[in-house]
């Protein structure tokens, strides 16, 4: 999954299910090896937390193994 936030100030502090890293703007979120390749119809949850210093807009996108998602 990546994502890419807005604003210079957003940061990811910590996230489960998967293992995050930020670059600039950019979020990338890597599942584990029990969680990498899901059969069609299941489903993980992954999540973060964050800070944020200054303005907080919504993320300018998501995508899903480069597919943006909507």
Known sequence: MRK???SGGQH???GWS???TQSGS??????Y???KDLAPGRTVYIGFTGTNTGTNPAPAFFSVNGAKCT
């Not at 950019?26 to 599942?31: I, K, N």
Request: proline share 6%; aromatic share 16%.
């Open 26 to 31: 950019g979020v990338d979120a890597q599942g």
């Open 33 to 35: 090896e029990w969680n």
């Open 4 to 6: 890419v936030f807005p």
């Open 18 to 20: 998967a293992q995050w």
């Open 12 to 14: 990811v502090t910590s």
